[in-house]
């Protein structure tokens, strides 16, 4: 591939690979905000008792998808040159 033709591959999956992360990251912060919620106040909770299911709680489906897409982009991505 003629190299001034790499910088459109490259830009289009950093920004698919974006789109996805900025999905899989909503949803692990809406995640974590709908556990907090669920203990109301965080200082009393007994964790040695503590279980909660979430309407619609994907379990580690999220973090596993965000390692899974941080993975992926370490090695698809060009690694970055230090010029001299």
Do not use: D, F
């Not at 974590?32 to 009393?44: E, H, N, S």
Request: proline content about 7%; charged content about 10%.
């Amino acid at each position: 591939m003629p190299a001034e033709w790499r910088r459109g591959p490259i830009i289009g999956g950093s920004i698919v690979g974006l789109v996805v992360a900025a999905v899989a990251g909503i949803g692990a912060v809406n995640g974590a905000i709908a556990v907090l919620r669920a203990v109301a106040p965080i200082w009393k909770t007994q964790l040695s008792t503590w279980s909660v299911q979430l309407p619609g709680h994907y379990g580690a489906q999220i973090p596993v998808a965000l390692l899974l897409l941080a993975a992926a982009a370490a090695v698809v991505l060009p690694r970055h040159t230090v010029r001299s």
